[in-house]
């Protein structure tokens, strides 16, 4: 089965200083295709390591809840840290061939998101062909995806791993790697099949005076989630839950204003050391798209652009998911 089109992000340029000891992430990641053993399969993984599987099975999806324990995921997020998985990396390695399998993973964190797809990488004379940064970011891109599957313990789940070849690849990559070890040892898929949502949200005062706030909600989809708020020099994580009605009205209003389809990336204005920042990035099945929002002049709010009015009714939505969380500043107000 061939992949469809992906919609990636690349990231923003990453924050220094004390961001770096506030940087929760979210995990989105999909295999799709034909398997020897299996089905496709998309899963999502939100900042306090809640989980949920979908299966595609010819007679109907089915979803399975997983757990990751935190220092297990702590591992992840310094490992995708440290070989920088959010740079340099291209949107999508090997061909995308018939009756082959596509592998997906998006990292969403407080500056971004970065989207990776794997189809076939051919064998070892292909990847001495390719130019030296082209093969030390695939093996990148292997090695977070690996790790990801390696959480994933489902028999039913089509594990592209059996092939070797991506093994094969990090043996040849090993220099561009950091070590990693968890501590614990296709079929046509259901044309009913909902595509799971999964979602990172953030809003930030950034020149981060004293009294600002700052907050980023992760949420997998379950609907299970955690929202971590900095205020006042204060860190605080609270547990938050969206119901299956929200996350059914938010399809309908990703849907009705073509959200996917946007083509800006940003909408409005920065100030240097001050103003506010927020940030939203969704992921459905095998799209992403990441969008952030400045401040917005008075005519803006009032008559939008059309891409600003889209972007808007879908933050407006999602926004009033946290207000019994995080009230709604007057920085954030009218919007």
Not at 276 to 292: E, F, N, P, R, Y
Request: glycine share 8%; charged share 25%.
């Amino acid at each position: 089965m061939g992949s469809t089109c992906l919609c990636a992000m690349s990231a923003v340029d990453a924050p220094t200083g004390d961001d770096d000891e506030f940087k929760p992430i979210t995990v989105s990641a999909s295999s799709r295709g034909r398997f020897a053993t299996g089905h496709s399969w998309y899963a999502s993984l939100n900042s306090a390591g809640q989980g949920q599987l979908t299966i595609d099975r010819p007679d109907g999806c089915v979803t399975k809840p997983f757990r990751v324990p935190m220092a297990k995921l702590n591992a992840f997020q310094k490992m995708v840290y440290e070989e920088r998985f959010a740079f340099d990396l291209k949107e999508s390695y090997g061909k995308n061939v018939p009756d082959g399998n596509t592998q997906t993973l998006t990292i969403m964190h407080t500056w971004g998101s970065t989207t990776v797809q794997l189809h076939d990488l051919g064998g070892p004379k292909d990847w001495k062909a390719m130019d030296p940064k082209t093969r030390s970011g695939l093996a990148r891109a292997i090695h977070a995806w690996m790790a990801f599957r390696s959480w994933i313990n489902n028999s039913e789940a089509g594990d592209a791993r059996r092939s070797k070849s991506f093994q094969k690849m990090l043996d040849m990559e090993r220099d561009s790697l950091k070590p990693y070890k968890p501590k614990d040892a296709a079929v046509k898929g259901s044309a009913n099949l909902v595509m799971p949502i999964t979602l990172s949200v953030s809003y930030s005062d950034d020149g981060l005076k004293p009294g600002a706030t700052r907050w980023d909600a992760s949420i997998n989809s379950a609907g299970e989630g955690q929202i971590t708020i900095r205020a006042r020099g204060k860190l605080v994580r609270k547990p938050i839950r969206i119901s299956p009605e929200q996350l059914a009205a938010l399809r309908n209003v990703l849907a009705q204003h073509h959200f996917f389809d946007l083509k800006k990336k940003e909408f409005g204005g920065w100030i240097p050391d001050g103003g506010h920042t927020k940030t939203l990035t969704i992921v459905k099945g095998s799209q992403a798209k990441t969008i952030k929002i400045g401040l917005l002049y008075a005519e803006e709010k009032t008559r939008p652009a059309p891409e600003t009015y889209r972007v808007l009714r879908v933050w407006n939505l999602v926004r009033g998911w946290f207000e019994d969380k995080i009230p709604i500043t007057k920085y954030e107000a009218n919007w």
